[in-house]
């Protein structure tokens, strides 16, 4: 079955430094997410982005936090100048179509140390 | 507001004992119901789903949810419980189209032997 896969698994950043999260959506997806879970926390959104542009976001992504599609397989998320409360596992996610019937496809994750 | 509230943290079963984890949302249009387990340091897998017809629907490692409209409730239950179940449970709630999912608190789950 097609996954959404996620690299690196882990990243370790010092404070201030930028860092790019990559996701690799499955193929024929057309909607793509990012969402942040705290480590004993729950899971939050972030950012939804479909037809090459965000559609949606949450108060947390801020100017700090930018996305990008920069080919047709990969989906990225940057965080600019890293913070300590940044550190997290990020997940994405990605979903066919806006068939209300099709669930998101989560990946693994990356969890984000910043030191 | 859209929101979905796991009333439990932490909940303890004796392996082979029944099992079920309570949740409840608050969605101002036709909901899409969504449960997912959560082993320690792993991604989210999607136990089951509910969109629309029969109200109890069967997933993946024996589970089912119930949805029921007037308690605003999609509760999940497990007759028999086995030590690999032991996760982190979250419940969840999503719109038609390209909405996001909101996600509960989760509710952590212990198997005793």
């Known amino acids: 079955e097609p996954e959404v896969t996620q690299t690196p698994s882990h990243q370790v950043t010092q404070m201030g430094q930028e860092v790019i999260l990559r996701c690799v959506p499955i193929s024929n997806h057309l909607y793509f997410y990012w969402y942040r879970q705290i480590l004993g926390q729950k899971v939050e959104f972030l950012v939804s982005f479909y037809n090459n542009e965000i559609s949606e976001k949450s108060e947390i992504f801020d100017d700090q936090f930018s996305v990008e599609r920069p080919d047709g397989s990969n989906f990225t998320l940057k965080i600019r100048s890293t913070k300590l409360e940044d550190s997290a596992m990020y997940f994405c996610?990605?979903?066919?179509?806006?068939?209300?019937?099709?669930?998101?496809?989560f990946g693994d994750g990356t969890r984000l140390s910043i030191l | 507001a859209q929101s979905v509230t796991q009333p439990d943290i932490h909940i303890t079963v004796s392996e082979g004992a029944s099992l079920e984890l309570r949740c409840n949302y608050s969605?101002?249009?036709?909901?899409?119901l969504f449960w997912y387990v959560q082993s320690p340091g792993q991604g989210l897998q999607l136990l089951l789903k509910y969109f629309s017809g029969d109200t109890l629907v069967q997933g993946i490692k024996g589970f089912e949810a119930e949805f029921k409209r007037s308690q605003s409730s999609f509760n999940l239950r497990k007759p028999s419980v086995h030590w690999s179940d032991a996760a982190e449970y979250f419940c969840a709630v999503g719109g038609g189209g390209g909405f996001k999912t909101i996600f509960g608190a989760g509710t952590r789950l212990f198997v005793k032997a």
């Open positions: 996610a990605s979903k066919w179509t806006g068939d209300s019937n099709q669930p998101q496809h």
């Open positions: 969605y101002g249009a036709t909901p899409y």
